[in-house]
């Protein structure tokens, strides 16, 4: 069965479903996705996501502040873990830093990024991390600040093969998204082939980045197939093989045996 490592839940287009999130769910169990990873990117909404998604026994949930809502969403780690004690929360985040979209608040993303660390050590919950354009400083607030026995996972990843390495070497994971399937994307197809299976997860990010053939639709956890199915046909393994590591290691990461 497939698992879906971040998806925002709270946050998908429900109108080809009249509105019914049940009926997303069931499109996503159909096509056998058995779990999915609820992301939150703020704590103004956080609340609201938390009653949206949290009495589905499939979906899990997180507490945290994405580096692009540090600003107008500032957090302690004493609040993170706080919120975190949530029956569902597995995981915080997701952090980490943004410096494509956004290099005028660096400062305060790396603040917000140590906070997560911190109360991830403190909580023993792992980190989900957004990192783009920020490949130095994120190794590196991690390597100062993290906890390896508890470490976390480098989501929709994007960047190099380098990167990935002193990833895992810190203990983390790394998830791929949809981005894998778009035609430009052969050098992250190859950043896949290297990656050892046992630390690999794999994601939708839906709303966002829906994978080929479903580009400029929303994206929704059922699409999660599509991008296990190239990461089979680019490891040489089947699709039954890849659904069920990829899911061994979300329990594992994620504490759900």
Sequence with gaps: MLIDSHCHLDRLDLTPYDGNLDALLRAARDRGVSRMLCVSIDLPQFEQMYEAVSGYADVDLSVGVHPLHVEESPVTAEQLVEL??????????????????QTDSKAAQQQCFVEHLKASRSTGLPLIVHTRDARDDTIALIREHGDPQVAGVLHCFTE???????????????????????????????????????????????????????????????????????????????????????????????HRR
């Design 84 to 101: 975190s004690k949530r029956q569902g929360i597995v995981a915080l985040g997701e952090t980490g830093l943004d410096y494509y979209y």
């Design 160 to 254: 190099s093969w380098q990167m990935a390495e002193q990833a895992l070497e810190l203990g983390y994971y790394v998830s791929f998204s949809g981005i894998i399937t778009f035609r430009n994307a052969e050098a992250l197809r190859e950043v896949v082939r290297q990656m050892p299976m046992e630390r690999l997860l794999i994601e939708t990010d839906a709303p966002y980045l829906a994978p080929v053939p479903h580009r400029g639709k929303k994206n929704e956890p059922q699409y999660v197939y599509e991008v296990a199915q190239l990461v089979a046909e680019l490891k040489g393994l089947t699709l039954q093989q890849v659904a069920d590591q990829t899911a061994d290691n979300y329990r594992t990461l994620f």
